[in-house]
């Protein structure tokens, strides 16, 4: 039997807490449940669960009781003694912990969540990160990839499969929800210093600030509505918005890759 691979990466600050994945982990039982039902095998990946295992526990029960009962969720940390702490948590052969890194622990995955872990790399080391988790995917696989705020409350994560960056969500919590703009302090690492005058997410959350301005009347009946016509509004602009009304009323917004890539190279002073 051949050894697993040694873990590439580097420690996260481990911060998390029960439901702070909940928007994401949601977003994937809408969006990713077919690669999951067409797999032969449902192996998940929760990638640098932190310094509790709440985040994989619960995932594993999102999944089991919306996608599929026989789901297998594997909670992989760089940290051995998160691992050994995480231990009382597993349930096997559903949950399990174990140590591991980028590289999966050479396992084969119908699907990785890696949130909040690309957040303290450098946007350089974010094309080899994805290369190298896209690259252990099995047939079909997906890699949903993005950072939160501590409650959860915003966040925004990147679609991928073995051909690249997909689409780009943000979700917020409409409730709590001042502005849109507050949604560039949580985007991905590849996009997060290209929020600047000529690149295209600049000109997303500008696009949903003015919005959602001009929609400042229809808060009278609640921010849900405030926010539908604010996404209506940039779709109407001709963003090319990818979900439906029934996903914006969680607060969602789903745009292909393509509309918000980088395309200014980044100045090293950046």
């Not at 420690?11 to 439901?19: E, F």
């Not at 052969?93 to 396992?107: D, V, Y």
């Amino acid at each position: 039997m051949s050894r697993p691979a040694r873990p590439i990466g580097t420690p996260t600050r481990g911060t998390t807490g029960p439901n702070r994945l909940r928007r994401m982990d949601n977003w994937i039982v809408e969006n990713c449940a077919d690669a999951l039902l067409a797999a032969a095998d449902p192996l998940v990946i929760d990638l640098g669960y932190g310094a509790t295992p709440v985040t994989a526990v619960e995932l594993r029960a999102r999944l089991a009781a919306r996608v599929r009962a026989d789901v297998r969720v594997v909670g992989l940390e760089l940290d051995p003694v998160r691992v050994a702490a995480a231990q009382p948590a597993a349930d096997p052969p559903g949950l399990i912990f174990a140590r591991g890194g980028f590289e999966l622990a050479s396992l084969r995955p119908a699907l990785v969540r890696a949130a909040n872990v690309l957040r303290q790399y450098d946007e350089s080391e974010v094309a080899g990160a994805w290369a190298t988790l896209t690259g252990q995917l099995a047939p079909g696989g997906l890699l949903v990839e993005g950072t939160c705020d501590e409650l959860g409350r915003l966040g925004a994560w990147v679609l991928l499969d073995a051909d690249g960056p997909r689409s780009l969500t943000l979700a917020a919590r409409l409730s709590t929800l001042r502005s849109p703009a507050e949604l560039a302090e949580r985007l991905p690492k590849v996009l997060i210093h290209r929020n600047v005058p000529g690149e295209r997410v600049h000109d997303l959350i500008h696009a949903l600030d003015d919005a959602w301005r001009s929609a400042a009347g229809y808060a009278t009946f609640g921010p849900r509505q405030r926010w539908l016509h604010t996404v209506a509004a940039i779709r109407t602009q001709g963003w090319p918005i990818l979900d439906r009304p029934r996903r914006w009323c969680l607060g969602e917004l789903t745009i292909p890759w393509p509309a918000i890539a980088p395309h200014r190279p980044r100045h090293p002073a950046d």
